[in-house]
Nanobody
Framework: IQLVESGGGLVQAGDSLRLSCRAS????????MGWYRQGSGKERELVAT????????VYADSVKGRFTISRDNDRATMDLQMNSLTPEDTDVYYC?????????????WGQGTQVTVSS
């Protein structure tokens, strides 16, 4: 499975951005997908996850009410709509896919996309 993120950029506080992640390969075996972020010298942290059905979504407290995760299994894509951005949202954002195979889970990561929010 290969993951490619897009949509990052430089915006001002209060602006919106939409990140996209496109998966290729054995996408039919992807279960949960998610967005994570990591700043320089910081641990990678969960932003939001979504199950394959889309029925269960989990958000970090810091983004609840501002970010919305969605996915389209037919197109093998996952998006993150980010509203009311603040400088604290500045990070590299990574797409993650969990593949289920023979009773085991395998994690795949994208290369990351930079989001910078100026004050």
């Amino acid at each position: 499975i290969q993951l490619v993120e897009s949509g990052g950029g430089l915006v001002q506080a209060g602006d919106s951005l939409r990140l996209s992640c496109r998966a290729s390969g054995d996408t039919y075996s992807i279960n949960t997908m998610g967005w994570y972020r990591q700043g320089s010298g910081k641990e990678r942290e969960l932003v939001a996850t979504i199950t394959r059905s889309g029925h269960k979504k989990v958000y970090a407290d810091s983004v609840k009410g501002r970010f919305t995760i969605s996915r389209d299994n037919d197109r093998a894509t996952m998006d993150l709509q980010m509203n009311s951005l603040t400088p604290e949202d500045t990070d590299v954002y990574y797409c993650k896919a969990v593949q289920g195979s023979w009773g085991r889970d395998y994690d795949y990561w994208g290369q990351g996309t930079q989001v910078t929010v100026s004050s």
